[in-house]
């Protein structure tokens, strides 16, 4: 301790304000769960699927309501990772696909190497989806210290093979490396056990640094859960029958399947907190939740989450699809128990986890996100009062929230998921009870940190979308006013209709003027999408039936295949 503090003092003599390695920096555990709905939580409201651990995180922290990311997984954890809207990176369009040589660029600077130089220890684990066809683009080149986890956007939660098209190869790997040992290992449980050893072996290497008087480092885990999105179309819901039985009262088989991968999701969230607690790391810890993009409801992706009463689904620019669920919890958020109505968009973690670690400085200065620390923290006014969610010229499609408006141009994979999607009612009676005594409770009880019923009841209360116009002229009000916005722009009053069934772009035509004004304003500054070419050399029959970085490698010859079938 004494020589810790001895060594702070130098710093504080010798670096002045600049960032010091200091120990007595909070761990940052960001957990980001894929395709996760809406209503999906049960703290906006859902009685069907239990979350007790995820509630029990949220109801203590701050529950972000007025929250957004982007509506697909490569462009919402690219703008996660660089704090740039995916128009300024070129991932505005779709996702990259495993056989595309690109990734996001090398010149953006991601959170890990920001906390890396901070003196964080920095670990991934799970979907990466950034990027990986040279080595450059994999995690541990990009500020972490160690990755495990799938490089794609979709594989099988059991055997671990990643597919596109026809194709499919092994996709789950320890840096560069392929892990064959691992098959019929049920994904979700992996990266949670695997983030539990990361924890503990954190713990024990500071012990032993504090021991020898060295100097001891925070953690930053970044666990990509691969739950909720539907596996490979052999098994598009895949979770242990034991788990699936415990939903029997959800009569919808396919949500029934869908509530038991989510089980082990918020499963996941409860062991994360205990081993944090276990470890003496909780009550110096950020803890983030969050969702990559909208849910994908009744069979879209083969999935089966829920948005509603949210209009949209994944892939739209409607809220179901871009109004994240989400929430943040740490003992250094000094208005804790609440439900965040300011705006944020994924953009502003970078800025904002900086700025909970006092590294302002080292923000770089052309980024989109905003720093709302002190608005997560204390409630304060944020200087974020307008979100870009998308401008994709290649779909034709583009959306802007400023304010309480919403603007949406162009339809989202021809239409086909402009609908609510109700969800199919049968709910679960005790939440409440199951809160208080999840895992996550127990944990935050054990530090000090305790939570009551009338504190859940009446935060969810707050965080639950009400359909129905309240500030609307009456009427307006009285009638659903239609959009199409393949043929003109709509606009949207989200405060007063959240749900968008109301389109005054024919009302307020001078708000939408404006609106399409600073579209245009963002429009100008969009670099081209970097989507490219498939090539083949990336095919994992190449690859020992793998997914590799096929960019760093030269293709066997085509000799050396023809042998190979040839021995076939
Ligand atoms: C903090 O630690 C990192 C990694 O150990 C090191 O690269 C960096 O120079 C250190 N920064 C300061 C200000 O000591
Ligand atoms: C303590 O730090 C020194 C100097 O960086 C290093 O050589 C040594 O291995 C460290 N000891 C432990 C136990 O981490
Ligand atoms: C950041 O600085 C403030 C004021 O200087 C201090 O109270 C706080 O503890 C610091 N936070 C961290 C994470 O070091
Ligand atoms: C908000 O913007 C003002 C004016 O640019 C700036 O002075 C202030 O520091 C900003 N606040 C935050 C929290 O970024
Ligand atoms: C889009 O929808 C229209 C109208 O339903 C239909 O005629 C058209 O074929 C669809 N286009 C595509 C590419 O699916
Ligand atoms: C943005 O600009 C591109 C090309 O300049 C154009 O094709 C597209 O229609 C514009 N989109 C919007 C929403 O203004």
Redesign the pocket.
């Known amino acids: 301790m004494l020589s810790l503090r001895f060594y702070i003092a130098l710093c504080f003599l010798a670096c002045g304000t600049a960032a010091q390695n200091d120990s007595s920096l909070p761990n940052i555990i960001f957990i980001i769960a894929d395709d996760l709905g809406w209503n999906d939580v049960g703290f906006h409201g859902s009685n069907q699927i239990p979350t007790p651990n995820i509630d029990a995180l949220a109801y203590r922290g701050v529950i972000l309501n007025n929250y957004y990311v982007q509506p697909l997984c490569t462009p919402s954890r690219c703008a996660l990772m660089t704090g740039k809207y995916p128009i300024h990176t070129g991932m505005q369009h779709y996702v990259i696909l495993n056989q595309e040589p690109r990734g996001l660029p090398l010149s953006e600077k991601l959170i890990p190497q920001y906390l890396k130089n901070l003196g964080y220890a920095t670990h991934a684990i799970g979907k990466w989806h950034l990027g990986f066809y040279k080595k450059e683009y994999t995690p541990e080149h990009r500020g972490f210290d160690s990755y495990i986890g799938h490089w794609t956007g979709v594989l099988d939660y059991y055997d671990h093979s990643g597919t596109e098209k026809e194709l499919w190869g092994l996709d789950i790997h320890q840096g560069l490396d392929p892990l064959w040992d691992l098959h019929g290992k049920y994904l979700t449980e992996f990266y949670t056990e695997e983030a539990v050893k990361t924890i503990s072996h954190h713990a024990k290497t500071n012990k032993i640094a504090e021991e020898s008087g060295n100097s001891t480092k925070p953690l930053f885990l970044y666990l990509a859960q691969i739950a909720v999105h539907s596996g490979n179309p052999y098994n598009p819901l895949p979770a242990p029958d034991e788990t699936v039985d415990k939903f029997s009262y959800i009569k919808n088989y396919k949500r029934r399947r869908y509530a038991a991968m989510l089980h082990w999701l918020d499963k996941s969230v409860g062991d994360v907190v205990e081993a944090l607690a276990e470890n003496k790391m909780l009550d110096n810890s950020i803890i983030v939740f969050t969702t990559d993009n909208g849910g994908a409801p009744a069979g879209l992706n083969d999935n089966f989450a829920s948005n509603w009463p949210l209009r949209g689904a994944k892939f739209t620019l409607w809220e179901g699809g871009t109004r994240g669920a989400a929430a943040v919890w740490s003992p250094r958020l000094k208005k804790r128990g609440r439900v965040s109505n300011h705006l944020m968009h994924i953009t502003d973690w970078l800025p904002t986890l900086l700025s909970a670690v006092n590294a302002t400085d080292e923000i770089r200065t052309n980024i989109d996100g905003f720093d709302l620390w002190d608005t997560l923290s204390e409630d304060k006014p944020s200087n974020r009062s307008e979100v870009l969610l998308n ?1 994709d ?1 290649k779909d ?1 499609v ?1 959306a802007l929230r400023v304010g309480e408006w919403k603007v949406i ?1 162009g339809n989202s994979l021809n239409g086909s998921r402009n609908s609510w999607y109700s969800p199919i009612h049968s709910d679960y009676e005790d939440n409440n009870g199951l809160i208080l005594t999840s895992k996550v409770s127990k944990a935050m009880d054990s530090i000090g940190y305790p939570l009551t019923e009338e504190q859940i009841l009446s935060s969810r209360k707050e965080a639950i979308v009400i359909c129905e116009p309240e500030n609307l002229p009456d009427d307006i009000k009285e009638s659903k006013i239609l959009c199409d916005a393949h043929l003109k722009p709509c606009l949207f009053n989200i405060i007063s209709d959240p749900c968008e069934k109301r389109n005054l772009a024919e009302i307020y035509p001078k708000k939408l003027e404006e609106m399409l004004h600073i ?2 304003r963002y ?1 100008s500054t ?1 670099l081209p999408p970097s989507n490219t070419h498939l090539d083949p050399n990336s095919h994992p029959r190449l690859w020992d039936y793998a997914w590799t970085n096929f960019g760093d490698k030269t293709p066997p010859s085509k000799k050396d295949t023809e042998k190979c079938n040839d021995d076939l």
């Open positions: 401008i010229a034709s583009a141009i579209l245009d429009n969009a």
